[in-house]
């Protein structure tokens, strides 16, 4: 795929969505990290329902240890893995207080030292709390990449190398936010729903599916 057909896939991507976001409902980059640390192997929908509680209960790193395991886990039972979940969350909380002020740190190597985030998780609060251009490549971005050939690779850290050098650079602080989204509803895992897609007659695609009559 050349660069003008990429100009003209976040164009379109850009123009029927100008302000993308995440799904996860946050108010702070500490609520953020915890919805994100939570989202692994989940649906946001599902974290979702699970911080509803949560967070008014206790949104701080401080509030969150003083829950204790026991506490924490009755606001997080509902979401998959929660007890590995909850003990790496008291962890960070632990570590964000003792190291960082109570604070998230907005670098790559200090959140990726921390117990449950890993390289994903980093760009994903890197991007939407600290609006760093970084791209965090989930499942969707990885299907949606190598699916319409926007960059294709075949591991995740290739995909994330490859977006970050080929996507315009007007494009690149949003990009993270188009791809999810675009995979999650309209490019889909079994059935890609392409007569539906804005951006079908650029995909590369081969196998684009009909449109039912």
Not at 37 to 64: C, E, H, W, Y
Not at 73 to 78: A, D, L, S, V, Y
Not at 103 to 117: A, I, K, N
Request: hydrophobic share 40%.
């Amino acid at each position: 795929m050349n660069r003008d057909k990429r100009e003209q896939i976040f164009s379109i991507l850009q123009a029927a969505n100008p302000h993308p976001t995440t799904e996860l409902e946050y108010s702070t980059p500490f609520e953020l990290l915890v919805a994100v640390l939570l989202s692994a192997q989940a649906t946001d929908v599902g974290v979702n329902k699970a911080t509803r509680k949560l967070f008014p209960v206790a949104n701080t790193p401080a509030a969150i240890l003083a829950l204790g395991p026991a506490g924490l886990e009755q606001h997080i039972k509902t979401i998959g893995l929660f007890r590995s979940k909850g003990k790496h969350l008291l962890e960070t909380c632990a570590i964000l207080l003792e190291k960082h002020n109570g604070e998230v740190p907005q670098d790559r190597e200090s959140l990726e030292s921390l117990p449950g985030v890993g390289r994903k998780t980093a760009n994903v609060v890197l991007n939407t709390a600290f609006g760093q251009p970084t791209i965090a490549v989930d499942t969707h971005i990885f299907r949606v990449s190598n699916r319409t050939g926007i960059a294709p690779g075949k591991t995740v850290l290739e995909v994330e190398k490859r977006l970050e050098r080929l996507i315009p650079a007007q494009f690149k602080q949003d990009a993270h936010h188009w791809l999810i989204l675009h995979g999650r509803y309209v490019c889909k895992a079994r059935t890609p729903d392409c007569p539906n897609c804005g951006i079908a007659h650029l995909c590369e695609f081969r196998r684009k599916t009909p449109e039912r009559v």
